[in-house]
């Protein structure tokens, strides 16, 4: 980061609300600007539904309004996900087949959308393709899964010498925060209430890193642009990119 600059890393706070629609948005007007000045930019990162956004847009999903917010937020806080998920089974049956029905984020937002507009979240999802006004080459990394896993379970034990447990010690009062329904901060705040000792609560951490990783993968793997490559064939990775550029 001290070489290249980057966008939208540090420009929120735990309460800002924030979604893969905005992010699109935003995206979009930041590259109408600096594809003036730049012949290319470099979209980073895992979060699928982000990269998507901007890769092949997003359906027009109403804003939420702060009343509909704060009350599903209460909500999930004094009934719990489980009930909500079989109200939203109720209201919208084909999206709750298909939601992530552990990811508290996606299961309140589809309910959300369904008590304020009446309507089942499905009907807004019609997953059409937006043109871009812009070439998109993808490239995906790789490793063998054990490799993967040891430099995940290594990274986890580096966050932890360099003050994850603390981090999250100042989190705590804000714990029912989306922002912080995170791999890292709930396996800590578990062990703050005393559900498990500080040694499970990091080994939880790296399970439920390396789940995530499984589950970027997957979905990765369905998409037939992306050229894989391991992260230390670079030159692999530019001849690829420099061949589809030109």
Not at 180 to 206: C, H, M, Q, S
Not at 218 to 237: C, G, L, M, S, V
Request: with cysteine.
């Amino acid at each position: 980061m001290r070489e290249v600059k980057h966008y939208f890393v540090g420009t929120l706070g735990i309460s800002d609300y924030y979604s893969a629609s905005l992010y699109e948005q935003q995206v979009m007007e930041l590259l109408e600007h600096e594809f003036q000045t730049h012949d290319y930019a470099l979209l980073s990162g895992g979060s699928m539904m982000y990269i998507d956004a901007v890769c092949d847009g997003i359906d027009d999903i109403p804003t939420i309004d702060d009343q509909t917010r704060e009350t599903m937020k209460r909500r999930l806080k004094d009934e719990g996900l489980e009930a909500l998920c079989e109200e939203l089974k109720r209201l919208d049956p084909d999206y709750y087949e298909i939601v992530d029905r552990q990811n508290p984020r996606r299961v309140v937002h589809a309910l959300e959308i369904c008590t304020m507009t009446g309507k089942t979240y499905t009907s807004f999802r019609k997953r059409s393709k937006k043109e871009r006004p812009f070439r998109i080459i993808k490239t995906g990394l790789d490793r063998p899964r054990e490799e993967l896993y040891q430099r995940i379970n290594a990274r986890v034990d580096k966050m932890m010498e360099e003050g994850l447990l603390d981090e999250a010690r100042q989190m705590y009062p804000m714990r029912d925060m989306n922002a912080l329904n995170t791999v890292g901060y709930k396996e800590l705040f578990d062990y703050f209430e005393g559900r498990w000792p500080l040694e499970e609560a990091v080994e939880r951490i790296k399970g439920n890193t390396r789940r995530y990783a499984r589950k970027q993968l997957t979905w990765y793997k369905k998409d037939e642009q992306i050229r894989w490559f391991h992260p230390d064939d670079k030159t692999a990775i530019m001849n690829y990119i420099s061949q589809d550029y030109e």
